[in-house]
């Protein structure tokens, strides 16, 4: 579970996002979208406690980030648009790594899991300098999953991906929300939210434009078409700003 009440974050006397509210259950994906510059990354860095907010309150998985950091925390996986890996360290060794500061006991099952999913088994005991930006992308999402997170934050996550990965990974988020995994997952590629979300949160400039069930939200937008593609959804509720 995700709960925000009234996040605030201000860099000086620029407001990246105001008063900002909105919650995501258990089993739920939330499509976090907005033109360039509408605050999308600023929040995603503030829920999972990369930057600190200017004000408001937020609970990730009944714990609150502000007094308990480390529950909330060991909560979450956050996976940002650019992968961060280790040049010195081979995919295995990543894994090893994450296990050890998460506290994963016995996770070498876990992991032969992850890179097989994740098709990186072959790619095991390479550096991450002999990976493409695609396999560095699943190796970065890999040790995110490895401690099991049941509340995970998306960035771009298709960056670098070949089609087919991007199905496997389509397929990979939609299984973890059916297994009870609270998930936000901000992307321009609009047509990818609409096959993955369940939920759509709207921002511009900072604030919430709208937030809901997808199609109540095509709803408020469709002017009467039912038919409506989230694409013309976002045009609409932002005034024709680019995404």
Same mark, same amino acid.
């Given at each position: 579970?995700?709960?925000?009440?009234?996040?605030?974050? =201000?860099?000086?006397?620029?407001?990246?996002?105001?008063? #900002?509210?909105? !919650?995501? @259950?258990?089993?739920?994906?939330?499509?976090?979208?907005?033109?360039?510059?509408?605050?999308?990354?600023?929040?995603?860095?503030?829920?999972?406690? *990369? *930057?600190?907010?200017?004000?408001?309150?937020?609970? +990730?998985?009944?714990?609150?980030? !502000?007094?308990?950091? #480390?529950?909330?925390?060991?909560?979450?996986?956050?996976?940002?648009?650019?992968?961060?890996?280790?040049?010195?360290?081979?995919? =295995?060794?990543?894994?090893?790594?994450?296990?050890?500061?998460?506290?994963?006991?016995?996770? !070498?099952? =876990?992991?032969?899991?992850?890179?097989?999913?994740?098709?990186?088994?072959?790619?095991?005991?390479?550096?991450?300098?002999?990976?493409?930006?695609?396999?560095?992308?699943? &190796? /970065?999402? /890999?040790?995110?999953?490895? $401690?099991?997170?049941?509340?995970?934050?998306?960035?771009?996550?298709?960056?670098?991906?070949?089609?087919?990965?991007?199905? @496997?990974?389509?397929? %990979?988020?939609?299984?973890?929300?059916?297994?009870?995994?609270?998930?936000?997952?901000?992307?321009?590629?609009? $047509?990818?939210?609409?096959?993955?979300? %369940?939920?759509? #949160? +709207? #921002?511009? =400039?900072?604030?919430?434009?709208?937030?809901?069930? &997808?199609?109540?939200?095509?709803?408020?937008?469709?002017?009467?078409?039912? %038919?409506?593609?989230?694409?013309?959804?976002?045009? @609409?509720?932002?005034?024709?700003?680019?995404?």
């Amino acid at each position: 579970m995700i709960e925000v009440s009234g996040l605030t974050k =201000r860099y000086g006397r620029f407001t990246a996002v105001h008063d #900002l509210s909105f !919650a995501v @259950r258990p089993g739920e994906v939330l499509g976090l979208v907005g033109p360039n510059g509408a605050g999308k990354t600023t929040t995603l860095r503030c829920l999972a406690g *990369i *930057i600190p907010a200017t004000t408001g309150q937020i609970h +990730i998985a009944g714990h609150d980030l !502000a007094t308990a950091p #480390l529950a909330a925390k060991h909560a979450l996986a956050f996976f940002p648009d650019e992968p961060r890996l280790f040049d010195y360290l081979t995919v =295995r060794q990543h894994l090893a790594f994450v296990a050890r500061i998460y506290g994963v006991a016995d996770h !070498a099952p =876990r992991a032969d899991a992850l890179l097989a999913e994740l098709e990186l088994t072959d790619k095991a005991d390479q550096l991450p300098g002999a990976l493409s930006r695609g396999m560095k992308q699943k &190796l /970065a999402i /890999a040790c995110g999953l490895l $401690h099991a997170p049941s509340v995970m934050f998306f960035d771009e996550p298709l960056t670098g991906l070949d089609p087919l990965g991007i199905r @496997r990974m389509k397929d %990979s988020i939609i299984q973890r929300a059916r297994a009870g995994a609270t998930i936000i997952l901000s992307s321009h590629l609009l $047509h990818l939210l609409e096959e993955v979300c %369940s939920h759509v #949160l +709207i #921002l511009k =400039r900072g604030e919430k434009i709208a937030d809901g069930p &997808l199609a109540d939200v095509a709803a408020r937008f469709s002017q009467g078409d039912p %038919s409506v593609s989230l694409e013309e959804v976002f045009i @609409r509720a932002t005034g024709g700003t680019e995404a």
